[in-house]
């Protein structure tokens, strides 16, 4: 052996030696959730793991809602699955989708039709699309009890602007009023009767109305209760109508009397 094959032995053990050990095993819970996704559900997915602009956080908010629980520790290593730090997914299990130049060349179907862009057998994916958001968002919460302000004057980023979630997260953030009493249920048809309502998620409740007529003098005391002062209105029960963040609600519980 000369003494150039020992150096070079040497050298290319300490090449193996420095080199990272193949990763081996199950998926990460990212992948399993790939791997046991519809194919449109997938597709979606893939395409927002593989969006930057997407925090972490967000989607580990989203995937654990529908189901097992993940983190957004857990989602940044498969984002880096196939690297060191990484998952043990294989790079291959969502490969991205760079957008390809195709102005130079024609489409065509498989039986030899070109393919015009009015007529580009694709479907949207609108039953639950990605959407960005545009503006700082941040989500309230109390301080404690006696914190003053009934959602809460704790203040926290919830969206940053130019972040891409699915339409639905955006809409499980608001939760629509609900309504389980109204006292007194009976006032005089001149209205200026005070009346409670009592029921869940009220704090984002702006207006008030009863039979159609707007009720006066709002009032959120809490999540759980407001008041309000009816407006005349005639004899019979009537609808109270709420208008929150969601929508408008509507309960009934309240009779105007002769």
């Known amino acids: 052996m000369t003494h150039q094959e020992p150096v070079a032995l040497a050298h290319e053990l300490d ?7 193949p990763r081996k095993g199950p998926p990460c819970t990212v992948g399993s959730i790939l791997s046991a996704a519809d194919d449109t559900t997938e597709a979606k997915l893939r395409w927002i793991l593989d969006t930057r602009t997407v925090s ?4 580990a908010d989203v995937l654990s809602q529908h189901g097992t629980p993940v ?7 498969h984002r880096r699955r196939g690297q060191t730090n990484g998952c043990r997914c294989t790079p291959s299990s969502h ?6 130049d195709f102005s130079t060349v024609g489409l065509y179907r498989e039986d030899g039709t070109r393919i015009t862009r009015q007529a580009f057998p694709a479907v949207a994916l609108d039953d639950d699309p990605p959407v960005r958001v545009t503006e700082d968002i941040y989500r309230s919460e109390p301080y404690g009890r006696g914190d003053g302000q009934p ?10 602007a ?3 979630v699915p339409r639905s997260a955006i809409d499980r953030a608001f939760t629509a009023a609900t309504v389980t009493s109204i006292a007194p249920a009976k006032g005089p048809v001149a209205g200026g009767t005070t009346i409670t309502v009592t029921g869940a998620h009220l704090d984002g409740v702006s207006a008030v109305a009863l039979g159609g007529s707007s009720a006066t003098g709002l009032r959120i005391h809490s999540a759980n209760r407001l008041t309000v002062t009816t407006p005349a209105g005639a004899a019979g029960a009537v609808t109270l109508e709420l208008v929150d963040d969601s929508g408008t609600v509507t309960a009934n519980g309240f ?4």
């Not at 972490?56 to 989607?59: D, E, K, R, S, V």
């Not at 983190?71 to 290593?77: D, E, Q």
């Not at 959602?151 to 940053?160: A, D, M, P, T």
């Open 162 to 164: 130019g972040t891409v």
């Open 95 to 100: 490969p991205p989708h760079p957008e390809k």
């Open 56 to 59: 972490a956080t967000a989607i």
């Open 71 to 77: 983190t957004s520790y857990t989602v940044a290593r």
């Open 151 to 160: 959602e809460g004057s704790k203040r926290s980023l919830l969206y940053q």
């Open 255 to 258: 009779t105007y009397g002769s």
């Open 15 to 21: 090449a193996l030696t420095e080199a990272p050990a």
